[in-house]
Each structure stands twice: as C-alpha cells, then as structure tokens.
C-alpha cells in the first residue's frame, strides 16, 4: 500500500501541474474554441493520467482486500454501503469532482467507524 501511494502521490503532483497549467492557459487564451483545442491536447498529450490512476487503482484494491480479509477494521458492509450512495445522491448536481467528494465523505465515515 505504502508503494502505491507514493506512486500515486508523487505522479499525482505532477498530475495536477499539468491540468492546472492547462487551465490557466485556456482562460488565458479567451476561452475560445481555439483554446478549448489547445487545452484538450495538452489533457491527451501524456500518459501521466493513466499512470496516475494505475496507482490509485492499486492502493484502492489492496485497501480493499484488507478490509475484505479483516487485517483492517472496517466493516466490509462500510465499504459496498458509503461511497456508491453518496456518489448517487451527488451525482443530479453535477458538482465538478463528484467523485473525490463521495470519496472524502466515505473517508470520514470510515474514520467514526473505527
């Protein structure tokens, strides 16, 4: 789990600098369909995503099998029972990171749950 997330971590970092910079330039550019172009090629242009993702993959399905084979403390029926409800729930507001709130709010439930 540690490898995992200093892959995600450190890649991630990185992850954010390069959307952050691409985002800056579309507002910079006029917001256009022009920079709209410019801003989804940069997105496309490296691999740093997926290999971002690949660790974050890693450390949910080791976290996962922990909490499946009772090294952690969490009740599995925590897991199948927070994160896909709150996602549901947010999912009509289309909030941007709809998916990394349901996230934290899981984290959060799972931490009074221990």
């Known amino acids: 789990m540690f490898a995992a997330i200093v892959?995600?971590?450190?890649?991630?970092?990185?992850?954010?600098?390069?959307?952050?910079?691409?985002?800056?330039?579309?507002?910079k550019l006029g917001r256009d369909d022009k920079a709209k172009a410019l801003m989804f090629d940069m997105f496309n242009s490296a691999p740093i995503t997926r290999?971002?993702?690949?660790?974050?993959?890693v450390y949910i399905f080791t976290l996962m099998a922990a909490i499946v084979s009772g090294v952690a403390a969490v009740p599995v029926w925590a897991?199948?029972?927070?994160?896909?409800p709150v996602f549901i729930v947010l999912?009509?507001?289309?909030?941007?990171?709809?998916?990394?709130i349901a996230g934290m709010?899981?984290?959060?439930?799972?931490?009074?749950l221990m």
């Open 105 to 112: 709010v899981t984290m959060l439930a799972w931490i009074f």
């Open 79 to 84: 897991v199948i029972f927070t994160v896909l």
């Open 7 to 27: 892959i995600f971590v450190s890649i991630g970092i990185a992850h954010h600098v390069k959307y952050g910079l691409t985002e800056y330039v579309f507002i």
């Open 91 to 100: 999912v009509p507001f289309r909030i941007i990171g709809t998916l990394h």
């Open 51 to 57: 290999i971002c993702y690949v660790g974050y993959l």
